[in-house]
């Protein structure tokens, strides 16, 4: 291994990372022959074989699993080291990597502006993805920091609550439930429903309710994504439920039900496998949006009701 060089960990993590030698070179912007050169001499240097390919797939043995664990220990060591030395100079520079549950884009990237103006040596990369995708990365311990709506009873992770995410019954705007007070749920097994995909932890929490009345409505599209199913209401084909963030925009096409049972209260945490060192960008952010999330409750969020009148920006 005293032959091996940073650059061939930097190749080989992102080879392991991605099971494929051709997405390691796009991500690195290399040619495939170049990223197969590098395992190569990696190979040889660590005196085992680190991939064996099983037909079309390429998986790590166990030498490739062991080095693919020390390179994710030695970059974030380096990582550490580079943002330490930063923040000795009186800066706040190095990478946050974010991942993002669905419906927290809503929020999240209006938190981002202020945060990289306030610190513009600072590179975002935000990954929005659902309820187990979320799980999926963080077991695989890819981002610094993830914002989820429902804390997994089988990860040992650390965590914080840090703003309410509300689920409202949307409709249009024309709706002819839009005007009627405390509409029983039973109602709702009447109208035609756009879900989110299986997996999304609103469609979860969406169904939990339902079911706990005994009520089954007619799913008549699944989609897997927000934008998608406010078009979908908006021209007609039904209503759903969705975080009453979505409406931070266009609130003047859809009604928010007042429905028996609803909001289904939800909460927005902020965390990471506990354990994790945060790097000082993320502890930074960390606490910004806690923060900050306290001034959205303050100043910006409206009482529910049954039309919603933003402030504008």
Request: hydrophobic fraction near 40%; include cysteine; charged fraction near 20%.
């Amino acid at each position: 291994m005293n032959q091996a060089t940073l650059h061939q960990l930097k190749v080989f993590e992102a080879a392991a990372r991605h099971g494929s030698f051709t997405r390691a070179a796009e991500e690195l912007f290399l040619t495939q022959p170049t990223v197969s050169m590098q395992i190569k001499q990696l190979t040889k240097s660590v005196g085992l074989p680190l991939f064996e390919q099983v037909g079309k797939r390429l998986f790590l043995t166990e030498a490739g699993e062991e080095l693919f664990a020390t390179c994710r220990q030695i970059f974030e060591t380096i990582a550490q080291f580079e943002m330490t030395i930063a923040n000795l100079k009186g800066l706040k520079q190095g990478q946050l990597r974010l991942a993002v549950i669905t419906t927290a884009k809503y929020i999240i990237p209006r938190l981002l502006g202020p945060f990289c103006q306030l610190y513009p040596g600072i590179d975002i990369s935000l990954k929005v993805t659902n309820h187990e995708g979320i799980l999926d990365r963080m077991i695989a311990n890819m981002d610094d920091l993830y914002i989820m709506s429902q804390v997994p009873d089988r990860l040992d992770i650390s965590y914080e609550p840090f703003l309410e995410n509300p689920l409202v019954v949307f409709a249009p705007a024309n709706h002819p439930l839009a005007g009627e007070k405390n509409i029983p749920i039973e109602r709702l097994a009447d109208e035609p429903f756009i879900m989110r995909e299986p997996g999304s932890g609103t469609r979860r929490a969406a169904q939990s309710l339902l079911d706990e009345h005994d009520v089954s409505v007619k799913v008549k599209l699944e989609l897997g994504s927000n934008e998608a199913i406010k078009q979908a209401i908006a021209g007609g084909l039904g209503i759903s439920i969705l975080s009453r963030h979505t409406l931070l925009t266009d609130a003047h096409e859809f009604s928010i039900l007042d429905v028996q049972h609803f909001p289904i209260k939800r909460t927005w945490y902020i965390a990471h496998p506990a354990g994790k060192q945060l790097s000082i960008v993320a502890r930074t952010y960390y606490d910004y949006l806690l923060d900050a999330a306290k001034k959205i409750v303050e100043k910006e969020i409206a009482p529910l009701s049954i039309k919603v009148d933003l402030p504008s920006e």
